[in-house]
């Protein structure tokens, strides 16, 4: 593969409705569309998950936007490249930045595995033809309104729910919930809104049987989580924490979650979450594909990703209407009995759908070689 054009796109996508997190809420969605073309005319799609405001990790769309065009498309201009793990290799020397690095390598992905006549999941070495999926659902100010979505997101057999929760927000939260919904499969996420003083608070939500409560205390710890485990009977699971095969490593070997939350943007690209996947299979650790309110680009990577083996728990990839008025791609990503079918068509398996993607595209860049 030589890749010949890269064209950057920038989108804006609004939210059906606010996602709320300890944080802040989200609704606008202004992302990077990366399109790249090799020397054959062959093409390939990635999506950057950072966001406007670097409230989850340090990257923002004006970050990634300096990377890809200022750093890393230059590097992939000097490539010839036989297997998209060299593109893993050839942005290694420069420092993080690994949402701006995934979105290129999950373009290179694409195309590599259209070219192999492989779908991406199986590209992967990934072999499922379904995977099970759960929702991730935002702090809401109404109980009422949050049961309906709960009910409606059962209907369509959704198999995990998450919940997000912050301090003022969380145990008589989460107690309403399990009392109204007694064997619902739930979790929470704090986004690191605690700190180990929290540690008797927290322990509360032990009487709520959660399957696991996600990043409770800091961004970028491992150490407190790990003391906070031996505190709690809940698993934890990392999210924010964890940026690199070490980082995975390291909370294994310390004890720091009994679950790991693998996303594509946060650990640089598909052949790092490959690598994480493998070492946590290796310690037998569960993983989950996590979710960055991705339109249809970014949700087939996380679809083709979570055909993996080790990828046991249902993750945050909902279906594109749960998000979006109109996705991207074609056919949009539709979840039965909560279930997504892994597509068996070269590359991530969907149409994009130029017009749609123009209806929302707000700048548009093009690099040649
Ligand atoms: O912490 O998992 C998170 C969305 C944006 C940033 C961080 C997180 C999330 C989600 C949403 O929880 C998952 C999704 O539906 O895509
Ligand atoms: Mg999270």
Same mark, same amino acid.
């Given at each position: 593969?030589?890749?010949? $054009? @890269? ?8 939210? $059906?409705?606010?996602?709320?997190? /300890?944080?802040?809420? &989200? ?5 990077? !569309? ?13 999506? +950057? ?12 769309v ?14 992939l ?6 297997h998209?793990?060299? &593109? ?10 690994n ?15 259209? $070219?192999?006549?492989? +779908? =991406? ?8 033809? %379904?995977?099970?999926?759960?929702? %991730?659902?935002?702090?809401?100010? /109404?109980?009422?309104? !949050? ?37 619902l499969?739930?979790? &929470?996420?704090?986004? %690191? ?7 008797a608070?927290?322990?509360? =939500? ?6 696991? @409560? ?18 709690l ?6 999210d ?13 070997? =310390?004890? %720091? ?6 996303k ?55 279906? /594109? /209407? ?39 595209? @707000?700048?548009e860049?093009v690099?040649?070689?």
């Amino acid at each position: 593969i030589r890749l010949e $054009k @890269i064209i950057v796109r920038k989108l804006k996508m609004r939210m $059906k409705q606010p996602f709320v997190t /300890s944080y802040g809420a &989200v609704q606008n969605k202004t992302f990077l !569309l990366i399109e790249a073309i090799d020397q054959s005319g062959q093409n390939g799609w990635g999506e +950057s998950v950072a966001m406007d405001y670097p409230w989850y990790t340090e990257e923002t769309v004006k970050t990634t936007e300096h990377m890809v065009e200022d750093v890393l498309i230059p590097i992939l201009f000097k490539m010839d490249i036989g297997h998209p793990d060299e &593109v893993n290799r050839a942005f290694d020397p420069i420092r993080r930045n690994n949402m701006a690095k995934a979105a290129l390598e999950g373009a290179v992905w694409d195309l590599y595995a259209k $070219k192999q006549r492989l +779908s =991406l999941a199986k590209a992967l070495g990934g072999n499922k033809t %379904s995977i099970a999926v759960g929702v %991730s659902l935002g702090l809401q100010d /109404s109980f009422s309104k !949050l049961v309906k979505q709960i009910e409606e997101k059962l209907e369509q057999g959704y198999k995990r729910f998450k919940f997000k929760i912050k301090p003022g927000q969380d145990i008589d939260y989460i107690r309403a919930i399990r009392q109204a919904f007694p064997t619902l499969a739930m979790m &929470v996420d704090a986004n %690191s809104a605690y700190t180990l003083e929290d540690a008797a608070h927290l322990q509360q =939500l032990d009487q709520f049987q959660l399957l696991m @409560i996600e990043q409770p205390l800091a961004h970028d710890d491992i150490i407190d989580h790990a003391r906070l485990q031996k505190q709690l009977k809940t698993p934890i699971c990392l999210d924010e924490s964890i940026h690199s095969l070490d980082d995975v490593r390291h909370a294994i070997e =310390l004890g %720091s979650c009994q679950v790991i939350n693998i996303k594509i943007g946060r650990v640089g690209g598909l052949t790092a979450a490959k690598q994480i996947h493998d070492l946590c299979k290796q310690h037998g650790v569960a993983v989950w594909c996590g979710g960055m309110l991705e339109a249809g680009v970014g949700r087939a990577h996380n679809i083709a990703l979570t055909a993996l083996p080790q990828f046991t728990l249902p993750g945050d990839t909902a279906g /594109s /209407s749960h998000y979006w008025y109109q996705d991207i791609i074609d056919p949009e990503v539709t979840v039965k009995n909560g279930e997504i079918q892994v597509p068996d068509a070269p590359g991530i398996g969907y149409e994009v759908n130029r017009q749609v993607v123009e209806t929302y595209t @707000i700048a548009e860049k093009v690099f040649q070689r």
